[in-house]
Every structure is written in C-alpha cells, then in structure tokens.
C-alpha cells in the first residue's frame, strides 16, 4: 500500500468514489480512496437506486441534473455499465399547494435548461396507468427521472477514477487522522500510516465517527429506510415498455417497475433514526429486519393509489439505514477550524446528488472554489451550536417531510426555541410570530388581538399580510424597532487590522468614526459576502454581515489570516436594535444626552439610558434609521429605554417580513438571494461599492478589473408586476419577446407603494426603464415592467438627509 498521497479520501460508497473520480477528471492523479470493506458496504449497496432531478434548492437541482447526466460519460470512459434505466418520471399533486410547488419547480427548470414538465390527469393516465386518479389534480412529468445500478455506477466511478491515476484500497480500516503542525495528514490505518496533504471523509453512514477521528462533530444521523419488491404483476410485464417512477407525496412513496414487478419506497411518518450512540464498525453487508408495522399506514394508502400492489405479493423487503444533515442537504467543504479537511458526507441522494457533490469538492480543493453557489450544502452553514441534541430531532422532522410540500415561508418547528435573546419572553408577549435563522429565533412579525400567531405556509400571500402592512406603515410614517442579533458581526483589530480590510474587501474601508458598504470577492471575482465596515479606530473595526454565514466567513477569515490582525467572531457577543423610520432621531434625541447628529455612514459610541452603546446610522429599510449595539447583558435596559422613548413618536416592534418588504421599495438585494457566490459585483451593481482606486490588489481584483473592462452579458434589475395573490418567490422565469430571458432572484409585496416587485437578472441589451417582461408566477404569466426609481425616498432625501 501507497504511504504517501495527495488526497485519501476516507469511505468507498458511490460519494467517495465520485470524489476520487472527480479529482482525477480535474488534474490531481495523486490520489488515493481506502475502504474499510469492499466498495459500496456503507449504504450504497442496499439503495434503491433511483435519481430525479427535483429538489427544492435550485443549485442542488441543478447538480442533480449533471449527476444524472454523467452516468452517460461514466459508461463511455470504462465500458462498464450503470444499469440505466432512463424510464422518466411523475410527481403526483393531489392539492393545491402540491400543485403550486410543482409549478413552482416546473418555472425554475425553464432557465435551467430541464426540459420537465406539468401534465394533467388524461396524460397521467397514460404515462402510469397503475395510478388511481382520484383527487389528483396533475403531476410533473421529468424525462430525466430513471433507475440505475448502485453497485455497477460505485465500480464504474471507480474505474474511471483508476484510469486517472487514482489508487483505490479495500479492506483497509482508517483508525486515525492526525494532524501534522505543517497542517498534512497521517491517516492511521490498520494497514500503515499514509501522509496526506488532504483528507476527504466520505465515511457515510460512519460519518460521525471518522469526524470525531480529527476531532470534529459532523451534523449527520442515520435513518432507517425501507422499500419493497413485489412478485410479478401482469400490469407490469404486459407492458410494450418500462413502467415510469411514480413519486406520491401524498402517500410518501417512491415507486417503479423492478424486473416484472414493482419496488415501493416510504418515508413513513413513525419513522425511526438508527445507532443513536453511533454506529457501529461491526455493521456491514446487512439489513435491519424487515418491519411492516411502521409502514402499515402507507401501505394501506398505497393500495389505494396503486390497486395493483393489493394483490401483488411481496418479493423481498430492504430495510437499511442511510444519513441525513438537519436540513436533509449534504454537507460538503473544508471543514471550519481545520485545514485541507473536507466533508463529502451527509448525502441521502447518493445516486441523484453523488456526482454534483463530486464535482463541487473537486472544483474546491483544486481551484480552490466551486463553479456555483454550494451554499445550501456548504458544511459551514450550521455554526458551532450544532449538537447531536439538535441534529436528531432535525433529522427526523427531515425525513417526515421528505415527501411533503416545501413552502417558501414555512418555519419548521423541529428543535425549536433552540438560541434565543434577552428579548425572547418580552416580544413573545407581544405577539411574535417566529422563524429561526442559524438555529436563532428570530421575529418574522407581530400578530395582534385574534390574529393566528402562526403563518400559514403557502407559494400564495400568507396570513402575515395585515400584519406586514401594520408595521411597514409604522416604519414608513412614524418609527419601528428590531433586533440587530441576527447580522453576523466580527471585530478586527491590530496594528495590521486596515491593510488585512484593505486585501479581503474590495471596497473603500472607511476612516475613524465613518462606516462603509463592501462586497468581498472570491478569487475568481464572485460575491462572497456583502459587508459594512464600521472603523472605530484604525486598529479597530466592526464587520456585518449575514447572520447565516458566520462559519463561512471565519472560514474564509481563517484561511486569509494575516500577522498583526485578529479576527474575533461577535455576532452573538453583540446585540442591540435598530430604530428607523422618520421619527428615528427624535427617539434618539429622547434617550441620550450625547448629540444625536451622525451623518448617514457615521458611527460613534453613545450612552443610550444608562448603556454604552455603540450607534451607526445606516439602513436596510431605506430611510433614516440607526442600528445600537450593545453587550446582550444591557439589551433589556436598552429596550425598555428605548420602548419608552418611542411610544409617543408611534414606535411599533417590526420584524422581518416587514424588513423584506421595506428593502423593496429601494430596490436593496440582499444576501443569497441578489448576492451569492452564483453572481459578480457588475452583474448586481456590488461593483459600486469596489474601490478601483485603492492601492491594494485586493482578492479578486483581476477578475473585477477584467469584467469592468468587458461588462457582464446580465445584470440586476427590479420590475413591477401584475399578480393575483402570490407574488416572486425566486427563481421564476422571466420571460421578454416570447423566450426565457432572465430568471428572479427574489421579489415581494411593497406594502408601502401598494405593489408587486420583483428584482431580476437580464441581458443588458433590455435593462432599460419600461422595458416590459411576463414573469412566471405558479403557472401564470404576468406582465411585469421595468423600473429604475426607487418607490421611496427616491431622491435619498430620508436616508441622508
Ligand atoms: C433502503 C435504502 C434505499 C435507498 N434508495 C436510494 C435511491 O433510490 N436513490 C438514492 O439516490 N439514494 C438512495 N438511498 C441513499 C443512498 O444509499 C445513500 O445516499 C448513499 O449510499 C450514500 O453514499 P456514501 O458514499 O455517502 O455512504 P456509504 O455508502 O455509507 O459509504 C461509506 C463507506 O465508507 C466506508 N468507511 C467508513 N468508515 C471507514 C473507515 N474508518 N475506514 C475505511 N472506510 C470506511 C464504509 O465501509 C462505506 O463503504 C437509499 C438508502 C437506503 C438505506
């Protein structure tokens, strides 16, 4: 056995193998994959196979569709055969809601080049003429959707990964990760030791454990799964061709033709995690006993939509555990706080996701970043509040709701009131209704007398939209308050503490007492975060941004770690309100003794009642406001100070649908949705914040100077629309001239202008005031126009003045 290579990654399931493979495809043939067992003895061999392309985050949907797509490539390289069965496949709606979302999805594939599509009962009929049609309203229809091999697809990945140059070691157990002070990697296994410049855990179902080896812990748990195989059914062998997969979210169920009978999958709702403690390294080729008595239910409605199951007999039962994350996505990326660690584990769609995961951890560790947002996978997107305490329950509301309808405004209750503040009990007596960000409860609004302190999830306008009104209107006309908890906050300070700004932002960091707005770029010139440097002195600073992305951030602050600078994450050690709205000053005038007349963009300290407080006056709702930092021991004295203040300037407590709605009315992206890595600063206007004239070569400097010289074929523009009762979500296409054009990055109701906006990419060619579009709203094509002025404070008078 080799003793020394680039890479070993750890796990030989189809996950570990796709790395391996991928590696290899993107130049680095020095790469070595150990399994402790034959290939494939995780999870992988038990699957059932089956990949489709829909899922609910669109980037995943789209590495979902080059996974599919590969297993074409895979067989060409190697010869060897997936076992494909591209046989396509409908997702059943029997509801409303079902049927929004998937017109909803339908809309998004349009740009994405996913040729799905809506079809009604007469084709459903056609296409499974097994289903019952009783209450189903329609389906989407995925040519792409099929079946494949687990084992044949795990060897041909792993043969296309041998013909790189890649080494691949069964029955060799990894008992250690270690270490070494120059950051490589002795892989203790019970063959030898290997050093590794990096180390890729693709352990699956022993995840956790090969984690636990580097000393980290990895938001995973497994879950048992069970799907059956039916004797022959005459329906099915009769058949001219291949029975299509037929998803019944109604009933949780999977379903497709397995040789001349049928295989059905549940995700039950008595569902049930396995090795809570851990697994175990005993565990091998096996499966769990079979157990009919969870499933019961399912079965019974699974008779009813598919009659002929009724009388089919039962083949074999697989029954076998495989891992989930809390939100059910992979977790992929270098792992925060150590270096060339990386997870590719977490995967519960090894065959839908397996490629896609490949490649982006491929593209990471060569390139150095991925071709597109892996946001919704990034092992950084829970912070180091993960516990298994959280992990278990969140992935048990996961599996539940597999199969059910992912509505753009649901707060899941799993796990929840998980981290709160000081302010927790106070808002929830006055009527919070609450979401959770980053595992923080977080008010999305205020319900009032009678109102329901529960939003109906819903693609259409929500039971929130009263109550949005009422404190937009308070922010507009008179004054509101929020907490600022949920914006990640970092201290810079050190002698070196404005060069290390001045080389990781791309903007203007400001002077003493000034803040500013920057993007902060990739190397390859992608948004990676949207900040505000406030400068206290010029060695020190305070840094916000996205509440969501703390562990990314220091991440990337880690691995940009300069002498004479420290960096110091105090998003949670910081808290505070904003007041805005145009009675703003007068709250301040009434809490301090200090002069209240910071210019927009200044920042100074303060004594706010009887706290020290750190006040900046800057605004996302788009008018004059103020955000108030304070240490979350003062917070309570801090709002009663300035709840009093406020009463008689008509201050009302906001939350963030309101903010979203407020943002609007100036066109204000925001992070994730306007700005992600999926965009650049020309493309979303961020490139008015980079400062050319610094002389700093700041990251990404080359790729901004580059695209300033030949401008983005797209760019960022808002719209007005004519809806009915649902407004953009994100993702609908926008259609110009008769063909998809755009697509919406997010969008909204403007409470304060009484309209619908939606904020969009294009071509530059059509960015033009009163350029007209249709944007696809659940099915629906409504016209939509182009527009430039702000629908507030245009002229910049309030947030300014
Ligand atoms: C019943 C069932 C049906 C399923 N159906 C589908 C389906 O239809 N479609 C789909 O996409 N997915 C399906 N899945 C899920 C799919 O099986 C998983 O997504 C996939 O197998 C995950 O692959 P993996 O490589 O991440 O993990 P695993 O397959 O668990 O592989 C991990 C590997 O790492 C090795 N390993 C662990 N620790 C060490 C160590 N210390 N040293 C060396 N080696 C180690 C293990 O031996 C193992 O081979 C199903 C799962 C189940 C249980």
């Not at 979350?632 to 309101?658: C, D, I, K, N, S």
Request: with cysteine; glycine share 10%.
């Amino acid at each position: 056995m080799k003793t020394q290579a680039r890479v070993v990654v750890i796990g030989g399931g189809v996950v570990g193998v796709s790395v391996l493979y991928h590696l290899t495809k993107l130049g680095w043939s020095d790469v070595m994959l150990v399994e402790r067992s034959e290939l494939t003895s995780g999870s992988t061999w038990h699957a059932a196979g089956g990949f489709h392309t829909l899922n609910g985050d669109t980037n995943m949907a789209a590495l979902q569709g080059y996974t599919i797509r590969l297993y074409k490539e895979l067989e060409e390289i190697t010869g060897m055969s997936c076992g494909l069965h591209h046989v396509g496949g409908i997702t059943l709606a029997d509801n409303r809601d079902r049927f929004d979302m998937l017109l909803a999805e339908r809309a998004k594939h349009r740009y994405m080049g996913l040729d799905t599509q809506i079809v009604g009962p007469d084709e459903i009929a056609k296409i499974a003429p097994i289903t019952n049609l009783d209450g189903i309203l329609g389906a989407l229809y995925d040519p792409l959707d099929g079946h494949l091999d687990p084992s044949g697809t795990t060897h041909a990945y792993a043969k296309a990964a041998r013909m790189g140059g890649a080494t691949i070691e069964t029955h060799v157990m990894v008992q250690e990760t270690t270490q070494r002070p120059d950051g490589t990697w002795n892989v203790v296994t019970d063959k030898g030791t290997i050093h590794a410049e990096h180390v890729v855990n693709a352990g699956g179902l022993w995840a956790r454990e090969v984690g636990a080896m580097a000393g980290v812990y990895l938001p995973l748990h497994p879950m048992e799964h069970q799907y059956i195989v039916t004797d022959e059914i005459a329906e099915i062998y009769e058949r001219d061709s291949e029975h299509p997969h037929v998803m019944d979210p109604a009933g949780e169920s999977y379903l497709r033709q397995e040789g001349r009978g049928l295989c059905i999958g549940f995700y039950e709702q008595p569902c049930r995690p396995w090795a809570v403690g851990g697994t175990p390294w005993t565990f091998g080729h096996e499966l769990l006993p079979d157990d009919f008595d969870k499933i019961e239910d399912s079965i019974a409605f699974a008779y009813k939509r598919f009659p002929v199951l009724e009388t089919a007999g039962v083949k074999s039962v697989i029954h076998g555990p495989f891992t989930f994350a809390p939100d059910g996505n992979p977790l992929v990326g270098p792992v925060p706080g150590l270096r060339n660690y990386w997870s590719a584990c977490g995967v519960m769609a090894g065959f839908s996701q397996g490629g896609g995961v490949g490649l982006m951890l491929a593209q990471w560790m060569i390139e150095g970043e991925c071709e597109r947002d892996v946001s919704a996978m990034d092992v950084a997107r829970f912070g180091n509040w993960i516990s298994p305490g959280y992990t278990l329950p969140k992935v048990i509301e996961n599996y539940q709701k597999r199969f059910s309808v992912s509505y753009p405004n649901e707060e899941l209750p799993a796990a929840r009131p998980n981290r709160t503040t000081m302010m927790y009990d106070i808002f929830d007596d006055m009527g919070a209704v609450w979401g959770a960000q980053f595992g923080l409860e977080v008010v999305n609004y205020f319900a009032e007398g009678d109102e329901a302190r529960y939003e109906t999830p819903s693609f259409r306008r929500s039971n929130a939209w009263e109550a949005t009104a009422r404190e937009v209107k308070a922010v507009r006309e008179a004054v509101g308050i929020n907490e600022v908890q949920n914006f990640g906050k970092y201290e810079v300070t050190g002698a070196n503490a404005r060069d290390w700004l001045d080389r990781v932002m791309a903007g203007r960091v400001p002077k003493p007492g000034r803040l500013s707005l920057t993007p902060m770029l990739s190397h390859k010139g992608r948004l990676i975060g949207d900040f505000t440097i406030s400068c206290l002195s010029d060695t020190h600073f305070q840094l916000t941004a996205s509440y969501g992305s703390q562990a990314y951030h220091m991440r990337w602050f880690e691995q940009n770690a300069s002498d004479g600078v420290t960096v110091r994450n105090v998003s949670d050690a910081l808290t505070g309100f904003q007041i805005a709205g145009p009675n703003a000053r007068k709250v301040l005038d009434a809490v301090t003794r200090d002069a209240t007349d910071l210019k927009f963009m200044d920042v100074r300290t303060m004594t706010i009642g009887m706290t020290p407080c750190l006040v900046q006056r800057v605004s996302y709702t788009g008018g004059l406001g103020y955000e108030i930092y304070c240490e979350p021991v003062a917070q309570r004295q801090l709002w009663h100070t300035l709840w009093t203040a406020g009463q008689e300037h008509g201050m009302r407590p906001f939350g963030m649908r309101a903010m979203m709605s407020l943002r609007l009315d100036k066109f204000f992206g925001s992070w994730l949705s306007e700005f992600s890595p999926d965009y650049t600063p020309a493309e979303t206007g961020m490139d008015r914040f980079i400062a050319w004239s610094k002389n700093s070569d700041f990251i990404g400097r080359a790729a901004a100077e580059a695209e300033r010289a030949t401008p983005p074929d797209r760019v960022l523009c808002a719209f007005e629309v004519a809806v009915n009762d649902a407004d953009v979500n994100a993702y609908e296409p926008i259609w110009i001239d008769g063909t998809v054009q755009g697509f919406c990055t997010s969008g909204g109701y403007s409470h304060h202008a009484g309209t619908s906006i939606a904020l969009g990419l294009i071509p530059r060619a059509h960015a033009a005031e009163g350029q007209m579009a249709q944007i696809e709203i659940l099915g629906e094509m409504c016209d939509a126009t182009l527009i430039t002025t702000p629908l507030y404070d245009a002229d910049g008078e309030q947030m300014r003045g």
